[in-house]
Each structure stands twice: as structure tokens, then as C-alpha cells.
């Protein structure tokens, strides 16, 4: 990271919890007459460069939407190489995660994914539980609606064995028995390629997050567009429903 780039970033107002809709590899592609396989590939190497940056700056846990449970119906050959594509970008960043400390975290259904990727991710969440430098969420097999549902009814299931009341249900509660129970709700979500929709992403945890909006296809997304974009987070008024002093 370039010096004029830390130069623009307050240490003490970096956003704890970072969510990105990594949007517009399909595209990126296109536009240059590739297969769309190509597109994620390109995709692949800027999650390196914003995970590293993240790191860098001192976010504690990033989110990146990799996977959602609607992309199950996309052509099987485009699923086979994403799954491909998992797997090898979980392989060869281990070493990376374990020289920074990043500690390697899956959201949503994984018992979805092939054996073998299943497999890979959960082995590198094994050997990096115990780094402490950052968070990296993987959103796998994710979509914040199947999410809910299934955190009602676990809720429901307690209630009706008796293990809770309903007046014990409140927002702690429903928090942790969601993916991200034990984490902080996002800051900041970005989503690139200029679509303006959160598409079943983290629909209870964004609830008082700021939002960024790119027009950058996500293959196309550097590290100064990144830390433009928090930068101008850290200049927002976060009044949660209050108002100013």
C-alpha cells in the first residue's frame, strides 16, 4: 500500500466489519469477448488485493459474497468451475492467511458444496482458527432468507421443547443463531458493478450499515478505489435513527 494511500485513512475510524457484493466478473468478460470462467478468475486476484489491503488497514472481519444459493441454478459447467476456482484460491492462500494472521470463516450452507471443496475449506478454517489478525468470511452457498428461516425455526424448535419462552426471543437472540453470531454487524457494504440491490445479502445485519455503491466491474476494483470508498465512509454522519450532537 502507497504511502499517500495510508495518508487518507483515519486508524481510529476503520470500520470493524466490512461486507462486499463482489459484482460484475460475467460482465468484465464479456466486454473482452471471454468465457465467463475468465471473468472469475480476474475476480479471484482482487479478493487477494482487498483482503490484503483489509488487513492492512486494520479491518477485523470481512465478508465477501462468493457464493449465494440462487447461483446453484446458474449452467452446471459455470458452477463446476467455481467450485474449481474455490477450491484452488483456498489452497494457495493458505500460506498467505497464516504469514498475516487471517483466520478463514465460512456463512451459509457448505454441506452443499462438493466433497473435495468442503473438504479444502473446512481443513484451512481448521488450521487458521486460531489466527487472530483478521476475519475473512467466505459467503458460501448463502442467501439471508434461508438464513432467517432456519434461524426461526431453531428458535421454534427451543420454544416448543421448552428450552426458551417466546418473551425470551429478542434481537441479541435472533443475532446468535444467525452465521454471523458472535461477530458485529457490518460498517460499510460495497457492491460493484453499479447494481443498486443487496440481493440476500446479511438482510438483518445491514440494518445500520453504510452502503457504497461502485460502478467498477469487481475484476476491475483496486486498492485506491477501496480506500476511496472508506475513506468517504469515515467522513459520514452514523446517527442510528438519533440525531447529531
Known amino acids: 500500500m502507497s504511502s499517500e494511500s495510508r495518508k487518507r485513512i483515519d486508524p481510529s475510524k476503520v470500520p470493524a466489519h466490512v461486507a462486499v457484493i463482489m459484482d460484475?466478473?460475467?460482465?468484465?468478460?464479456?466486454?473482452?469477448?471471454?468465457?465467463?470462467?475468465?471473468?472469475?478468475?480476474?475476480?479471484?486476484?482482487?479478493?487477494?488485493?482487498?483482503?490484503?489491503?483489509?488487513?492492512?488497514?486494520?479491518?477485523?472481519?470481512?465478508?465477501?459474497?462468493?457464493?449465494?444459493?440462487?447461483?446453484?441454478?446458474?449452467?452446471?459447467?459455470?458452477?463446476?468451475?467455481?467450485m474449481s476456482l474455490l477450491k484452488k484460491f483456498i489452497q494457495s492462500e493458505k500460506k498467505q492467511m497464516m504469514d498475516n494472521r487471517i483466520r478463514l470463516n465460512a456463512l451459509g450452507r457448505i454441506d452443499r458444496l462438493p466433497d473435495d471443496v468442503a473438504s479444502a475449506l473446512r481443513g484451512a478454517m481448521a488450521e487458521t482458527r486460531n489466527n487472530d489478525g483478521m476475519c475473512l468470511n467466505l459467503a458460501l452457498s448463502y442467501g439471508s432468507r434461508d438464513e432467517i428461516t432456519g434461524m426461526v425455526q431453531t428458535l421454534a424448535r427451543k420454544v416448543k421443547d421448552g428450552e426458551i419462552d417466546v418473551t425470551d426471543i429478542d434481537e441479541a437472540m435472533v443475532s446468535g443463531h444467525l452465521f454471523t453470531a458472535g461477530m458485529p454487524d457490518p460498517d460499510l457494504m460495497i457492491r460493484t458493478s453499479g447494481e443498486m440491490r443487496i440481493s440476500n445479502f446479511l438482510m438483518w445485519q445491514l440494518s445500520?450499515?453504510?452502503?457504497?455503491?461502485?460502478?467498477?466491474?469487481?475484476?476491475?476494483?483496486?486498492?485506491?478505489?477501496?480506500?476511496?470508498?472508506?475513506?468517504?465512509?469515515?467522513?459520514?454522519?452514523r446517527r442510528f435513527g438519533k440525531v447529531s450532537e
Not at 41 to 65: D, N
Open 24 to 82: 460484475g466478473n460475467g460482465r468484465w468478460a464479456k466486454k473482452r469477448l471471454l468465457n465467463r470462467v475468465k471473468g472469475h478468475e480476474k475476480g479471484s486476484e482482487t479478493v487477494r488485493t482487498i483482503v490484503r489491503a483489509s488487513r492492512e488497514i486494520g479491518v477485523r472481519y470481512l465478508t465477501l459474497y462468493a457464493f449465494s444459493t440462487e447461483n446453484w441454478g446458474r449452467p452446471k459447467a459455470e458452477v463446476a468451475a467455481l
Open 208 to 237: 445500520y450499515a453504510e452502503i457504497y455503491f461502485s460502478p467498477t466491474l469487481w475484476p476491475d476494483f483496486s486498492e485506491e478505489e477501496y480506500l476511496g470508498i472508506i475513506a468517504d465512509y469515515q467522513n459520514r454522519d
